[in-house]
């Protein structure tokens, strides 16, 4: 990706940035314009809103992001975590409106369609509606998911192969430690990453454990993988619901 277009990356939780700390290094060593957004307060279960803003500037500040580059969006628009599905006609004009101060060609990585959290696939959603008329290019990756497995289970930085081809970064042991040891800073955290930690250190073992995918509006027109989504095994909300809460963003 040429260094004079921008890379905007769209999250639903402060955190959600483990899954592309290698993009945003890579971003910071070509100098390009970088601008993270996180759609929604964080705040699931009462936990500490200001907390979890904190540790996330603190980890995307040592990466080399600016503050004024991380927009909390959620937060100022008191969107309650775990309820993005319901307030994407607040949301869209706020992204349309950061759209406005950038080029007309960006970049864009957004939260993979697979049915994980929903928080995440509606943000791919306010994404695509965001950069409408735009030159943008948009891909998701992978945070974690549930796709052919049972029960409490689920698989992290795994692309579901619905989603098309992959496009990896090169990443050597030290980079990938290092992606590692940042997912220790959310200390909030850390009843969420004793679940992710296992998993994610096991894909830092291997060679590409990151990856891109393009993103496709028609796919949003099908459930993101066959079978009950990790988000209905965890009972917080049905496919059904998000897609009529959804309806009028994702593809007829």
Known sequence: MRSDIPLVVIMAHPDDEFAVFPWLEAACREHRLIHCCWLTDGGWGGQDISRRRAES???????????????????????PDGELHTRLEQVVPALRKLFLGL???????????????????????????????????????????????????????????????????????????????????????????????????????????????DVSFSRTAERPHPGRLLYERRTVLTWEAFAEWTSAYRSP
Request: hydrophobic fraction near 45%; proline fraction near 7%.
């Open 103 to 213: 080029p007309e060609a960006v970049e864009v990585l957004v939260p993979a369609w697979e049915g994980g959290h929903q928080d995440h696939d509606a943000t791919q959603l306010a994404a695509i509606a965001g950069v409408s008329g735009r030159r943008a290019r948009l891909r998701q990756f992978s945070l974690y998911h549930g796709a052919r497995l049972s029960g409490p289970w689920f698989r992290v930085l795994a692309p579901l192969a619905e989603n098309g081809p992959l496009s990896t970064l090169p990443l050597g042991p030290t980079a990938r430690l290092r992606c590692l040891v940042r997912c220790t800073r959310y200390v909030s955290q850390w009843k969420s990453f004793l679940g992710l930690l296992p998993f994610y250190g096991l894909k830092m073992l291997v060679r590409h454990p990151f990856a891109l995918q």
């Open 57 to 79: 500037t603190a980890v995307l500040r040592k990466i080399g992001i600016p503050l004024e580059a991380m927009h909390f969006i959620g937060e100022q628009l008191e969107i």
